[in-house]
């Protein structure tokens, strides 16, 4: 199923997706880290995570919600792991 008229949406997902990437840059900057101490902490695979901040590819909103708690000193718990 085709979406009519889809520009609106597509600009504003582009646009939350450079916001973001300028806010993941901004805040790794800050703290010294690099893409790879962001990749470990965050559970990003390194690859996927390089990826996304070249503009390059899609952020999904659990890897989003992943960085962003790297970012703000939270540990994730991964479910399939237990507690």
Do not use: C
Not at 48 to 64: C, D, F, P, Q, V
Not at 66 to 72: E, K, S
Request: charged share 30%.
């Amino acid at each position: 199923m085709q979406v009519e008229n889809g520009a609106p949406y597509i600009r504003a997902m582009q646009h939350y997706n450079e916001q973001f990437r300028a806010k993941v840059a901004a805040k790794m900057l800050k703290r010294g880290w690099t893409e790879a101490e962001l990749a470990r902490r965050s559970g990003v695979p390194y690859s996927t995570l390089n990826t996304m901040l070249k503009s390059e590819g899609e952020i999904h909103y659990s890897r989003a919600m992943a960085i962003n708690d790297a970012l703000a000193g939270r540990k994730r718990i991964n479910p399939e792991e237990g507690d």
